[in-house]
């Protein structure tokens, strides 16, 4: 498809697990970035992507979030441990280049039990 | 962290009518954009600035750069039932990371045949 791709859609898990959650980006674009929205608010930023490297973390909430983008295209966001305040929906989005407008995919509605 | 304030929360109007919403930032932004999110689904852009004192239009959509630099005003015109979601307006502030953008909490518009 043309537009950002995320899987799953949903996931469900008991706290504790681990959860991956993918995102492929708009072909082409550079730059990825990851977003955790919760109930009533609006995306809150978690960590972007330069190609391969990880420009700016500072969203991250702690150290059992983490994320990669080995070949610069697709991107996994990884959680360890997870807890139910983890509950939310994670977006993706990516731009031709930093800087330039944010396109978002639809996101993964993930849920701790 | 940085917070926008973004009003109304929500909004009611019957079919045909004009809405307007804004944000304001106590701090000075160099970009701003709008998006819209339906449930279920992620925010799809609308109109990005650049400028203070940029005015853009995108059909029945016109958005506007404060001269400030502190805020921003979406407008609709002749509102119709598809128009109903959730508005968010989002920001990149001076000074900050390129790729982490701010969001507002959302104006949530409902519209009544």
């Known amino acids: 498809g043309a537009g950002v791709s995320q899987t799953p859609s949903n996931k469900v898990t008991e706290k504790g697990k681990y959860v991956e959650l993918r995102c492929d980006p708009i072909s082409g674009h550079t730059a990825l970035y990851w977003y955790r929205q919760s109930l009533g608010q609006g995306p809150e930023f978690l960590i972007y992507f330069q190609g391969t490297g990880a420009a700016d973390d500072s969203g991250l909430p702690n150290d059992r979030f983490f994320a990669v983008r080995p070949e610069g295209s697709v991107s996994t966001l990884k959680i360890q441990r997870t807890e139910r305040g983890d509950s939310a929906v994670y977006l993706c989005?990516?731009?031709?280049?930093?800087?330039?407008?944010?396109?978002f995919g639809d996101g993964t509605r993930l849920s701790i039990l | 962290g940085q917070q926008l304030n973004q009003s109304p929360q929500s909004m009611f109007i019957q079919e045909g009518e004009d809405v307007s919403m804004n944000c304001t930032s106590s701090s000075i932004f160099n970009t701003w954009l709008w998006y819209k999110q339906d449930p279920g689904e992620g925010p799809v852009l609308l109109i990005a600035?650049?400028?203070?004192?940029e005015l853009t239009s995108n059909g029945r959509l016109t958005a506007q750069f404060g001269i400030t630099r502190k805020d921003s005003f979406l407008n609709i015109s002749a509102s119709i039932p598809s128009d109903v979601g959730i508005y968010f307006c989002?920001?990149?502030?001076?000074?900050?990371?390129?790729?982490?953008?701010?969001f507002g909490k959302g104006t949530k518009l409902s519209v009544k045949p």
């Open positions: 600035l650049y400028k203070a004192g």
């Open positions: 989005a990516s731009s031709a280049e930093v800087g330039q407008p944010q396109h």
């Open positions: 989002a920001g990149q502030p001076i000074g900050g990371s390129q790729g982490n953008l701010i």
